[in-house]
């Protein structure tokens, strides 16, 4: 089996505004076909989106992720997505978000003989545009929009402006919001499907993903062969001029490779080849992403 690669690298994905009748719930509509040719599995990383698909002529929901979720998806297969908007899921399916986080349930097993009626309203299609109409024309007959949540979209809103320098995220949120800490964390859990800090973490992951994605296709065009993202790569290391290595160098203990101590002129001058590896092997390195975001990037990133 191949390699997975992101869910919009294989195949074609198109994307649009939600038709009038809809966009009280739904923020757009969207359609991802598989290659004809056959297509390696997908990986869709956490993003803070709920959509609605229409896969295999059925509905089922793909509820918020916490960890990147790896799809295989046939040859030619058809998805069609509509994508509620932030703090709308919960009262249109009924169902508090937390109950979904990470899923992908049949709407049957929410809706019973409701979601039969729903899908049985679809018209089949063999134009993807009038079969996407026909979807969205059901939903909106079938379904009226329900209240907005006003609060949980405000405080999405918030935290995609974020918080004062210096503020605590929580702590704004509950005076923003005229919240206590228990009702706001009760709140998020039942319209986003997790607290406050993933909901600001996730958002930024993207935005760095979004940063890192001319790098990956750098690697790719590289076939795999650029070594940039390779976890614990480092500098290449030029050889010591006296020939000896600092880690086999008894007169260098004192003086440990990673060490952050800023060495003084007459040290390096006395022992050049530390100077040396101080320069290339980068005594301390920035935070590494870490659990499952660091396992995305590998899988994604390095070469097999």
Request: net charge positive; charged share 25%.
């Amino acid at each position: 089996m191949s390699d997975p690669v992101p869910a919009q690298a294989t195949g074609s994905f198109q994307q649009r505004p939600a038709s009038a009748r809809l966009r009280g719930s739904f923020a757009s509509v969207w359609v991802h076909r598989m290659d004809p040719a056959g297509s390696p599995p997908i990986v869709i990383m956490p993003d803070t989106t709920i959509d609605l698909q229409w896969i295999g002529g059925s509905f089922r929901i793909a509820g918020p992720d916490k960890e990147p979720q790896t799809e295989v998806l046939a040859a030619d297969e058809v998805v069609i997505g509509l994508r509620f908007h932030p703090a709308a899921a919960a009262a249109w399916l009924g169902v508090p978000q937390i109950e979904l986080v990470g899923k992908r349930l049949s709407l049957d097993d929410l809706w019973g003989a409701r979601a039969r009626r729903l899908a049985s309203r679809v018209r089949p299609s063999d134009s993807l545009e009038d079969l996407a109409c026909s979807l969205q024309q059901a939903v909106a007959e079938e379904v009226p929009a329900p209240a907005t949540d006003v609060p949980m979209q405000a405080a999405y809103r918030l935290i995609e402006r974020g918080p004062p320098p210096d503020a605590p995220l929580v702590p704004w949120l509950m005076r923003a919001l005229e919240m206590s800490e228990r009702t706001l964390r009760r709140r998020f859990d039942t319209s986003f499907g997790y607290g406050p800090k993933t909901l600001d973490r996730i958002p930024r992951y993207q935005r760095f993903l979004r940063l890192f994605e001319p790098l990956q296709q750098l690697h790719r065009h590289a076939g795999g062969r650029s070594g940039l993202f390779r976890p614990g790569a480092s500098c290449p290391r030029e050889p010591p001029p006296d020939g000896k290595h600092p880690a086999t160098d008894s007169s260098s203990a004192a003086l440990p490779v990673n060490s952050r101590r800023v060495l003084r002129p007459e040290e390096t001058a006395m022992k050049p080849h530390i100077r040396c590896d101080y320069r290339c092997r980068r005594p301390w390195r920035p935070a590494q992403p870490r659990g499952a975001d660091y396992l995305a990037l590998s899988r994604l990133a390095s070469p097999a």
